[in-house]
């Protein structure tokens, strides 16, 4: 697979990209998902500031806002990946794969999940039930975007960097059929 780029740009940031038989338009530029970063880091920061937070980022789509906020976190933490996914193409299977687990042991600790993006919520339901067995002092999510319009479920989400719209998007992160994640800013599907 090949990232086709249009060359369309405006102060040095491309308007569109095209990824594979799509094609994005620019949605939420970097400096924005950095302001929204630096607010979660400074709650986050101020909640467990006499505690040992373990954070677990949830891969692939949080790898880009696991590293940014882990460098605006100024307490003592611990990080650890997890890999689910319910996703193909641009719209959900609605089943949850657990493709790579984990091996801490989060009994009596403090957890604070990082996700790229919330929508239905299926995903990060499925990981709560499967956490909670596990009996940890809490869970806290973290969660960069949240669709609020597509979100199904019950459970609170305790940081929100940005609310968006029921779009599907690309960049920083987040995918389509493994293109786009690199992309420092993030994109919306035009066609």
């Known amino acids: 697979m090949t ?82 996914s319910s996703y193909s193409g641009t719209s959900s299977t609605q089943q949850v794969k657990q493709l ?24 990060m339901e499925h990981l709560l039930e499967k956490l909670e067995t596990f009996q940890p002092a809490g869970i806290r999510i973290a969660s960069l975007l949240l669709k609020p319009d597509a979100f199904i479920k019950n459970f609170p989400i305790d940081y929100v960097g940005l609310h968006i719209p029921n779009d599907f998007i690309v960049g920083f992160g987040l995918d389509y059929n493994g293109l786009g994640r690199n992309l420092p800013d993030i994109y919306k599907i035009v066609i």
């Open 3 to 84: 990232l086709i780029c249009n060359l369309a740009f405006s102060k040095n940031k491309m308007t569109t990209v095209k990824l594979n038989d799509k094609t994005f338009s620019l949605f939420v530029s970097n400096n924005t998902i950095q302001q929204a970063i630096t607010d979660v880091a400074s709650r986050i920061n101020n909640d467990y500031k006499e505690k040992l937070p373990l954070f677990m980022a949830i891969l692939n789509g949080s790898f880009m806002f696991a590293a940014d906020l882990l460098k605006k976190i100024n307490i003592n933490c611990e990080i650890t990946f997890v890999k689910l």
């Open 100 to 123: 790579i687990g984990f091996n801490e042991d989060i009994k009596g600790r403090e957890v604070v999940i990082l996700e790229d993006i919330i929508d239905s919520g299926l995903t």
